[in-house]
């Protein structure tokens, strides 16, 4: 379609008509602001348009002399002398941009353009402290900005893609806008995009160090992808400024639960609530510190504190029920379906369900709590997608990669440190338990599910694609030596934060880890690694109904526990064959009912001699962050081994899934492997 040049209906529509080309065809604006000045010569928004349609175009030196004489004639208009000195700048003519831009926003100093084209002259001529305080006007005064109040307006009210929308359009124009860049930040973590989030947030302090609330999203980030260390850096940095703030106080007691410092992290939310007691999340998340560090009873008060305050906050419902051996009184199961029936945010309905779901599963009610787990789990994963068909391209590009022969080539390489006990598998499968035996032994240390080995292996992924599997194992396969060593040597260094004893040996008991045991092997040869599995229906059934909150996106469905599995169990298998030995598989069930034997073997893989503590690991008093942490702190707990019984007539589709896996439970369907006939897997505990 052409679009004419000639001025259009009123003066007013003209002008208009000229103002909207500039930003996609600033010729056919140049052309017709001269229009509009044949009709109306000397006409002051015709010039300007007019000017700015000539640098646009790169005729900065017409530009200029447009401008000049426009200041000339109009000298109090700030958006002339704004123009003007965006045009000086363009020119290199820096020391004129910011005497100039400086008078524009004295002419008018609440406009955030002209505070911001300040700010990003004086980045530009190095003058950091002065374009710092410009960014902190703009800031004041985008608050009023429509274009950004409609951004923030749809953030408030979760219409996420309209406010990216509107945040890349002004971003397009004003690249620098570090309100906007921090804006479409909170849109990239709310969409989980957490690279996409610090980057945009490191381009924001980059202009503007002194952005305050920019550096607090900026630590509360890094805090959740798990650079915990890095994260306390910032937060420290926000202190400095502000000691008393208690949002500051607030992100440093979270981060340093993060880091394992609980003293640190208690003693935080207290000084927080002493001042501010008003406050139901904040007593929800000192509830989780004090759960972690066995003060059960406490937790319980201080998560029905927070639901005194506000009675519809799901989590702190899901936080009591999360407490295995918690029971909902009669009054409470009744609140709880109360606010079921009422109207609830998704995240506060689903955590609902899933505690309503557990309150009916301690009264027998089977049936009525299976659906209340279905319709949490429903929930959770319309908000999370999550892809079957890419997990198992996965473990058939990891079979086809991770060869004898590519191990063999690569014998020697990676860090010779033999520090990480890594406990791979499936969550809720005794991981946390083998965790608790092994950290009684003195010359080991439990930290958590760290985060490190899946950072590195998203960073070898590269920037997100459609098959993203594939470039990690592509990018794998082209490390060198040199390269694989540098990688064991970062996990080290990057895991010291976790380690608060001299013990030589730490566990890593992120259980997704075990779709990396390739990579473990290659930057870690000497570490230990060790397959904890629970029969399949215990083990993803119990996934099913515990309400992870991030991370385990395959547990949301039935099927999907099901094809998950069976991945996993395919690729343990193909390392039983390319490296014999190298992994000691645990079964739950033999755990339970043999310990003293399995913890024995266990230790021995370890190269660990024998220590009586760890048939005493229910007497160890570490802190303990996953769902067991109550059951740990028992002798044996056995009533999990056959709670998915109870559920059995509803679980169809999960035995489907499984097919052969389930049928042949403990052994390994012989399909999995490159023998023909079926096999227990090598170094694996006897068979329940």
């Known amino acids: 379609m052409n679009i004419s040049a000639e001025p259009v209906g009123t003066l007013e529509t003209a002008l208009a008509h000229a103002d909207r080309l500039l930003e996609t065809e600033p010729k056919l604006a140049a052309e017709q602001a001269s229009e509009i000045l044949k009709r109306v010569p000397q006409h002051p928004m015709a010039r300007l348009l007019l000017a700015v349609a000539q640098r646009k175009c790169g005729d900065t030196q017409a530009a200029l002399a447009a401008l000049r004489q426009l200041c000339a004639a109009q000298p109090g208009w700030a958006v002339a002398h704004r123009e003007f000195g965006e045009s000086l700048a363009t020119a290199g003519q820096v020391e004129a ?37 410009a960014y902190g006007r703009y800031i004041n005064a985008a608050t009023a900005d429509p274009r950004l109040r409609q951004a923030a307006a749809c953030l408030r009210e979760n219409r996420v893609p309209e406010a990216e929308a509107l945040l890349r359009n002004r971003l397009a124009r004003h690249p620098n806008d570090v309100a906007a860049l921090r804006m479409l930040a909170e849109v990239a973590a709310r969409l989980q995009r957490y690279g996409d989030a610090l980057s945009l947030l490191e381009q924001c302090l980059a202009l503007m160090p002194g952005f305050d609330a920019a550096r607090h999203n900026y630590a509360t980030v890094l805090n959740r992808q798990g650079r915990s260390a890095d994260a306390l850096a910032q937060c420290a940095q926000l202190l400095a400024k502000a000691p008393q703030d208690p949002g500051y106080r607030s992100l440093h007691a979270a981060i340093s639960a993060n880091l394992g410092n609980y003293a640190d992290a208690i003693a935080a939310y207290e000084s927080v609530l002493a001042q501010f007691p008003d406050q139901p999340k904040l007593w929800m998340s000192y509830g989780h ?31 009591l029920a999360n407490l295995k051996t918690f029971h909902f009184s009669d009054v409470e199961v009744t609140a709880m379906r109360e606010a079921l029936g009422g ?22 009610s089977y049936e009525d709590s299976f659906a209340h787990y279905a319709a949490g789990n429903a929930l959770r994963r319309r908000l999370h997608g999550y892809d079957p068909d890419e997990n198992s391209r996965f473990v058939r590009r990891s079979k086809q990669l991770f060869t004898r022969e590519f191990f063999g080539e690569r014998a020697g390489a990676g860090a010779e440190a033999p520090d990480p006990i890594f406990i791979v598998g499936l969550p809720r499968a005794g991981s946390t338990l083998i965790e608790q035996i092994l950290a009684s032994h003195p010359l080991v240390e439990g930290t958590m599910e760290l985060p490190e080995l899946p950072r590195i292996a998203r960073e070898l992924a590269g ?57 473990i092997q290659l930057m870690l040869p000497n570490a230990v690694i060790i397959d904890a599995r629970r029969h399949p229906l215990g083990c993803c059934f119990s996934c099913f109904k515990q309400n992870f909150a991030r991370g385990q996106w395959f547990t949301y469905g039935l099927e999907d526990l099901g094809r998950y599995y069976r991945d996993y169990v395919e690729l343990m298998a193909h390392f039983d064959e390319v490296l014999p030995g190298r992994v000691a598989r645990v079964y739950y069930e033999t755990l339970i009912a043999d310990t003293e034997t399995q913890i024995r073997r266990i230790l ?6 024998f220590h009586a503590d760890c048939l005493r690991f229910y007497e160890n ?4 962050r996953t769902a067991s942490s109550e059951q740990v702190r028992q002798p044996i ?25 389930l049928i042949e439970y403990p052994r390994v369907p012989a399909f999995y492997g490159s023998g023909s006939h079926q096999r227990a897997a090598p170094n694996q505990a006897t068979s329940p």
């Open 621 to 624: 008093e570490r802190a303990v």
């Open 343 to 364: 109207s609830l945010a998704d995240e506060d309905r689903l955590h609902f369900e899933f505690a309503l779901g557990k309150a009916l599963e301690d009264a027998s």
């Open 97 to 133: 941009a910011i005497e100039t831009l400086r008078r524009a926003v004295a002419l008018e100093p609440g406009s955030p353009d002209g505070w911001l084209a300040l700010a990003g002259v004086l980045t530009a001529a190095g003058d950091a402290q002065e374009a710092n305080a």
């Open 604 to 609: 021995g893989h370890c190269r660990l001699p």
């Open 463 to 519: 920037p997100k694609r459609e098959e993203e599997s594939g470039a990690f194992l592509e990018r794998v396969a082209a490390l060198a030596p040199a390269e694989l060593r540098s990688l064991g040597e970062r996990y080290i260094a990057e895991t010291r934060a976790m380690r608060k004893t001299e013990a030589p040996f730490f566990i890593d008991k992120m259980p997704n880890n075990c779709f990396y045991v390739g990579l």
């Open 637 to 661: 707990f056995r009533a999990a081994l056959d709670q998915w019984r109870h559920y059995e007539p509803w679980l169809a589709p999960l035995k489907s899934a499984l097919g052969d896996v």
């Open 289 to 319: 510190v004090l759960r972690t560090t066995g003060r059960v009873s406490a937790s319980i008060d201080a998560y029905r504190r927070a639901l005194s305050m506000e009675p519809t906050l799901g989590e702190a419902w899901w936080s």
